[in-house]
């Protein structure tokens, strides 16, 4: 009776400190985070980047940290690549296209923690009082030039194959040929030695 009591108590102290431990990592993959500017807030001076720390820091030699920064509208604004601190949990994304004009913006981000576990959260924040003028969205005609120069190439490469196609059936008749005649001469031969010993 005393052992299964024994028993039965270090089960619980067990399983209570494995529910530590979970509650322990759950809080530690945290997707919280402080951003500047803060989250839900009205800005009313110039925005020329965005700031993200986060509760343990980031593993970019994993996984590149990725942000998207867009308007009201859907249009985006031209970010310069995502940078680390010295202690790898603040995250300085500068925003190429200039102070950002008045609106309303979403910035979201993904990334993947030191010990791998990836995270990813969205920053909505406000613009009040800018003069910058209003973002522009990407050039479509450009997107068209590229879109056609890769069907192009395309174009070239099935064209290329479908030459070396054209090439291996010349081969593969010319073979058959060959051995079409290699065979007419095999008969030819077995019936000439035929004929010679009938006589």
């Not at 994304?93 to 969205?122: C, F, K, M």
């Not at 479908?162 to 060959?178: F, H, K, M, P, R």
């Amino acid at each position: 009776m005393i052992r299964r009591i024994g028993a039965a108590l270090v089960a619980l102290v067990f399983a209570v400190g494995f529910s530590c431990g979970t509650a322990q990592m759950a809080s530690a993959h945290s997707d919280s985070f402080q951003s500047v500017p803060a989250d839900d807030s009205t800005v009313t001076t110039p925005v020329t980047e965005i700031q993200f720390t986060f509760v343990e820091p980031v593993n970019a030699e994993l996984s590149p940290p990725e942000v998207v920064l867009v308007n009201q509208d859907g249009i985006a604004a031209e970010l310069g690549a995502p940078i680390l601190d010295e202690t790898g949990a603040t995250m300085t994304v500068q925003i190429l296209s200039g102070a950002l004009p008045n609106g309303d913006y979403t910035a979201s981000y993904r990334i993947v923690s030191q010990d791998g576990h990836p995270a990813s959260g969205e920053l909505f924040f406000a613009v009040e009082g800018s003069d910058a003028p209003a973002l522009v969205a990407a050039d479509a005609d450009a997107d068209t030039d590229a879109i056609a120069e890769a069907d192009s190439d395309v174009m070239v490469t099935s064209s290329g194959s479908g030459n070396d196609t054209q090439l291996q059936l010349v081969l593969g008749l010319s073979a058959a040929g060959a051995v079409v005649l290699a065979g007419v001469l095999v008969l030819v031969s077995l019936r000439r030695r035929r004929n010679s010993q009938a006589k």
